[in-house]
C-alpha cells in the first residue's frame, strides 16, 4: 500500500509559468513532509519542507503549500526555469522516527 | 557541510561476485544511516536502516543475508551486496545523519549493474 502518492508522473511547463506538483499521503501520523529534486544517476537534493503544523511554507521561488484535512501538499515553482528540469521526489516523515516514505516522483520538464 | 560520500559511482560486475558500496560522512557523525534503492523510473525504496554499533534493520522482502550492512562507526557505512545477480541491478542510494534541521542527507548513489 503506497502511502505516499505523486499521482502525475510528467509535467511540462513554458519557461517563465508556474510548476505546481502534487502529493497525496495516507497516513495521518506523517508529521513532516519534504521535497526532493533529483538527476539522473545522482542523490536527492533536498529542495523545501513543512511540519504539519504549518500550511506553507516559502523559500524564494518555491512554496509547499499543506492541506491536513485533505492530506495534500502541492510544491509550487514560479517562474519556473530550464534548470528546474529533473524529477521530484514528495516524501512524509513520521514521528516515530526518522524513516522517509517516498512518493514515484513527478518529472519535469521546463521548456525554454 | 552535511556531506555524504558514497563510492563507488558507478560499478559493473559479474553475475556471482560480490559488491560492496561505501557512504561516508565527511563532515559530521552519523549515528544513523539508511539504505535506499531506486529502479528505473520508479520511487525511492527503503532498504534497511542501520543504527552505529548495532545491527540493521531491514524492510519487508529484503533478503538481509544477501544485502549485508554494516554500520562499524560514526562516520562509515558499507553496503555488501553478495553474490550479485542481473536482478540486483539498479541505482542504490545512503542517507546519513540525524544533521541540521532536515534530518538527513542523501550519497549520491551507486549504479550497479550486473552481467
Known amino acids: 500500500d503506497q502511502q505516499v502518492k505523486q499521482n502525475s508522473p510528467s509535467l511540462s511547463v513554458q519557461e517563465g509559468r508556474i510548476s505546481i506538483l502534487n502529493c497525496d499521503y495516507t497516513?495521518?501520523?506523517?508529521?513532516?513532509f519534504l521535497w526532493y529534486k533529483k538527476y539522473p544517476a545522482e542523490g536527492p537534493t533536498f529542495l523545501i519542507s513543512i511540519s504539519s503544523i504549518k500550511d506553507k511554507n516559502e523559500d524564494g521561488r518555491f512554496t509547499v503549500f499543506l492541506n491536513k484535512s485533505a492530506k495534500h501538499l502541492s510544491l509550487h515553482i514560479v517562474p519556473s526555469q530550464p534548470g528546474d528540469s529533473a524529477v521530484y521526489f514528495c516524501?512524509?516523515?513520521?514521528?516515530?522516527?526518522?524513516?522517509?516514505?517516498f512518493g514515484g516522483g513527478t518529472r519535469l520538464m521546463v521548456k525554454p | 557541510g552535511a556531506v555524504v560520500s558514497q563510492h563507488p559511482s558507478w560499478v559493473i560486475c559479474k553475475s556471482g561476485t560480490s559488491v560492496k558500496i561505501e557512504c561516508r560522512s565527511l563532515d559530521f557523525q552519523a549515528t544513523t544511516m539508511f539504505w535506499y534503492r531506486q529502479f528505473p523510473k520508479q520511487s525511492l525504496m527503503l532498504m534497511a536502516t542501520?543504527?552505529?554499533?548495532?545491527?540493521?534493520?531491514?524492510e519487508q522482502g529484503v533478503e538481509k543475508d544477501k544485502f549485508l550492512i554494516n554500520h562499524a562507526s560514526l562516520t562509515l557505512s558499507t553496503l555488501t551486496v553478495t553474490s550479485a545477480h542481473p536482478e540486483d541491478s539498479s541505482f542504490y542510494i545512503c542517507?546519513?545523519?540525524?544533521?541540521?534541521?532536515?534530518?538527513?542527507?542523501f550519497g549520491s548513489g551507486t549504479r550497479l549493474t550486473v552481467v
Open positions: 542517507s546519513a545523519g540525524p544533521v541540521g534541521v532536515h534530518g538527513y542527507t
Open positions: 497516513n495521518s501520523m506523517f508529521d513532516y
Open positions: 542501520s543504527n552505529e554499533g548495532s545491527k540493521a534493520t531491514y
Open positions: 516524501a512524509a516523515r513520521g514521528n516515530a522516527g526518522n524513516m522517509l516514505t
